[in-house]
């Protein structure tokens, strides 16, 4: 097999991705999403004659998709990458004129995840130029909106399928087989508004809702003590949002808690859910007069993978190969779109690049991790997809 990598050529395509804004409009007022960035994909898809998919989510957020056909009778392998990023405004860089220094390429999206949208490009591109004949299909999946509620791969899902998946967020190279969920919880606390003056008269909603806050912190202690997981640790929980009042010298009739819940492996929407209600049921036990409602808003499910899934088995065969060593098993502290994958009945990897800066001031990809990426990529391809 004569696949080979043109750095050089890489390099221009991670540069020209990081060149076109595709913040999420839901995270920035100011984010045009991913229409020109998905157009940008389309075209060098096609250039490089894939049979070449768009699917328009919202007025903003379109899916693409890019399948180089396989002969017939072999396994399909998806490889998925998030196209829109987080806001820019606050970076201590030039966001979108990415710049190459000392083996690092800077800007926005360059490590999460331009430089892997490049490397997966890069890499199918050489499989077709080179004439390898394949036996599956590989369908690269470009998507929207994972920075936040991921209705990109959500989307997705309903209408393509594969017999495994590499989701390739940042990883270090590592091989990714598990990662946290999540759960938004909305909680009500209620009060009775009166003259500030009058104490005998109001109920101060907001100092009631202190009494949240005393169980998060003690729900957070017990999370931390209890049973961890091998690579993730312990689950979390901690308070993201508070607001009530409406002036000085009213009493607050109302204030609102958001808070997160981190979850691992095996925790599920219910017990989530009795968790909640356990808060609740023992504040009002303490004072009848304690008013409070709380309803979970939204949650993501934890993802885990078996070492044993031939996606696993092909893939570190060829970080082997490609590296000469054994690659690490890592655990993803944050959320990705392996878990929507994985749900959907398509067993799943992440695998990335090396680079730092998530969501930071100073973001970069270093550019012969996304070398390594990309011809590891080939080589899993090509015994994959047999």
Request: proline share 4%; glycine share 8%; net charge negative.
């Amino acid at each position: 097999m004569n696949v080979t990598i043109n750095r050089d050529e890489l390099i221009s395509l991670v540069q020209n991705l990081i060149r076109i804004d595709s913040v999420n409009p839901y995270l920035d007022e100011d984010g045009p999403g991913e229409k020109a960035i998905a157009a940008f994909i389309r075209e060098r898809l096609e250039a490089a004659g894939l049979e070449v998919h768009v699917t328009p989510i919202n007025d903003t957020a379109v899916n693409v998709v890019g399948i180089l056909r396989g002969a017939g009778g072999g396994k399909s392998l998806m490889l998925n990458g998030h196209m829109d990023t987080v806001s820019a405004k606050r970076m201590e860089i030039p966001p979108f004129e990415p710049t190459l220094v000392d083996n690092k390429i800077y800007g926005r999206g360059s490590q999460d995840m331009k430089g892997s949208l490049g490397a997966m490009i890069a890499a199918v591109e050489a499989i077709a130029q080179a004439k390898v004949t394949l036996a599956g299909d590989v369908i690269l999946t470009f998507v929207a909106d994972e920075e936040y509620k991921s209705i990109g791969t959500e989307e997705l899902v309903k209408a393509y399928k594969a017999d495994a998946a590499i989701c390739c967020e940042p990883s270090d190279l590592a091989i990714g087989v598990v990662h946290r969920g999540f759960a938004w919880v909305k909680c009500e606390v209620l009060g009775k508004a009166a003259h500030g003056s009058r104490p005998a008269e109001g109920i101060d909603a907001i100092v009631r809702a202190g009494r949240v806050l005393q169980e998060l912190e003690r729900l957070s202690d017990r999370l931390a003590q209890g049973t961890a997981h091998p690579i993730l640790g312990a689950a979390s929980v901690h308070a993201s949002l508070i607001q009530g009042g409406t002036e000085l010298s009213t009493y607050p009739d109302y204030c609102r808690i958001d808070w997160e819940r981190r979850t691992l492996p095996g925790e599920t929407e219910a017990d989530v859910a009795n968790e909640i209600e356990a808060i609740l049921q023992k504040l009002r036990a303490e004072d009848e007069t304690f008013q409070a409602s709380a309803e979970l808003s939204f949650l993501r499910e934890p993802f885990e993978v078996g070492l044993d899934e031939p996606v696993y088995i092909a893939l570190q065969a060829a970080c082997k190969s490609v590296m000469g060593k054994t690659p690490e098993v890592c655990g993803f502290s944050g959320w990705t779109d392996a878990a929507l994958l994985q749900e959907a009945g398509i067993p799943t990897v992440l695998f990335g690049p090396v680079g730092a800066g998530l969501h930071a001031a100073v973001e970069y990809v270093e550019v012969d991790s996304l070398v390594d990426m990309s011809a590891i990529l080939v080589e899993t391809i090509c015994d994959f997809c047999q």
